[in-house]
């Protein structure tokens, strides 16, 4: 048995541990523990080694799903070397961009050659600099990804919820000060800006000090509508975000079954219908590729239902975006990149002005990169990491 599949055991023998524990009343059972519970650690992976750390955990946690059940998630938690400040480490909690939603595309999976192994790294440049600065740094894998149960991919709350969650165990496993900033980069940037939800009931006791958010996803029903009549795939660009759209209509049947029902029944076309399991066992570099969701032409992705896929998916999109969160008044960073195919600068800067309409402190980073490299050392990492520390001095 490989490590991710004694990873997955495991979380399911924890899973059902917890359940059969749990004492019984006349009531019924009460609840296991509770959301943000440290269930165990184990050794890092050696993908998920960053340069300047002087410890790297795996760690297993408790997070919630939309229907309020209690289940298991994995992450990272990185230690800068050296002894623990007297009152302790200032945090950063960092969300990955998109890997895809197969339990395998979970960062702490990752393994060398993997072939998403790039997105799974992509923050390691903003850990290091985090790391050498004197933070420690928690990075989530998310709800459902490498832990069974399905991964609800794009879904703010839940995202938000894996975010927060994780800084509740990981204060259980170092010593931290009480302040800390959300960050993430794509997914993880809907991920951080979810965590300032004013709804969003943070950990007692823990601080937030800021949200840092690069590259994040906004208006993506704009483009899955501009895409959908192109009659051919254009590789590379087409390939990406046609396993994308693949993935939010995926993601939307996890909390929504009845998304799934439509897919499968007219939604999509038959081709694409063919290659629907492939999203449970494929990353994202995979399902952009010919052989899969990538060598479909956009025009050729939806069924006889197709307007009505469209339409519930777009809706649904529109009201979980970004735009429509209301924050709480914290000082946000957003990083866009000029040349970024999936999250244009157009709606970056939408989004920028509709948080500053709320009357919030927004700095905007503006870097000549695409949605990948922006989130690089040569690019927004150096004023990426100034400013967090910035705001976890304050």
Not at 163 to 169: P, Q, S
Not at 293 to 322: F, H, I, K, S, Y
Not at 334 to 359: K, M, N
Request: charged share 20%; glycine share 10%; net charge positive.
């Amino acid at each position: 048995m490989n490590r991710a599949l004694r990873r997955i055991a495991a979380a399911g023998a924890t899973a059902v541990l917890l359940l059969a524990t749990a004492p019984v009343t006349a009531a019924g059972p009460r609840p296991g523990p509770h959301p943000g519970t440290l269930l165990d650690t184990s050794a890092a992976g050696r993908t998920s080694q960053v340069a300047g750390a002087g410890r790297v955990v795996e760690v297993r946690y408790t997070t919630s799903t939309a229907a309020g059940r209690v289940v298991p998630a994995t992450g990272l938690v990185l230690v800068p070397r050296g002894r623990a400040p007297k009152a302790g480490w200032p945090l950063v909690v960092y969300g990955h961009m998109t890997t895809g939603i197969a339990d395998r595309c979970a960062p702490t999976n990752g393994t060398p050659g993997h072939p998403e192994l790039r997105r799974m790294q992509q923050g390691d440049d903003l850990t290091r600099s985090l790391l050498a600065a004197g933070v420690a740094v928690a990075r989530p894998d998310y709800e459902g990804l490498g832990t069974p149960g399905a991964h609800p991919y794009l879904r703010g709350a839940s995202l938000g919820r894996s975010m927060v969650d994780l800084v509740a165990a990981t204060r259980a496993l170092v010593p931290l000060n009480g302040r800390w900033v959300a960050s993430g980069h794509s997914e993880g940037g809907v991920a951080a800006l979810n965590v300032a939800d004013r709804r969003r009931t943070l950990v007692p006791g823990m601080r937030l000090m800021g949200v840092h958010a690069i590259t994040p996803v906004t208006q993506m029903e704009v483009l899955v509508r501009t895409l959908r009549p192109l009659p051919v795939a254009v590789a590379p660009l087409t390939g990406e975000l046609v396993a994308l759209a693949a993935l939010i209509i995926k993601g939307q049947a996890v909390e929504d079954p009845a998304v799934q029902r439509l897919a499968l029944d007219g939604g999509l076309s038959p081709r694409a219908r063919a290659l629907w399991n492939q999203l449970d066992q494929r990353c994202l570099a995979e399902l952009a590729a010919p052989d899969s969701w990538g060598g479909l032409a956009p025009a050729r992705l939806l069924g006889p239902r197709g307007n009505e896929l469209v339409r519930v998916v777009t809706t649904q999109l529109a009201q979980d975006d970004v735009r429509r969160l209301r924050l709480r008044p914290l000082p946000v960073r957003i990083e866009e990149g000029l040349v970024d195919a999936v999250a244009p600068f157009v709606f970056t800067e939408q989004l920028v002005r509709s948080y500053r309409r709320q009357g919030l402190d927004v700095t905007l980073g503006r870097w000549l990169a695409g949605h990948s490299e922006t989130n690089s050392a040569s690019y927004s990492v150096g004023a990426a990491t100034a400013w967090i520390l910035a705001q976890l001095r304050r």
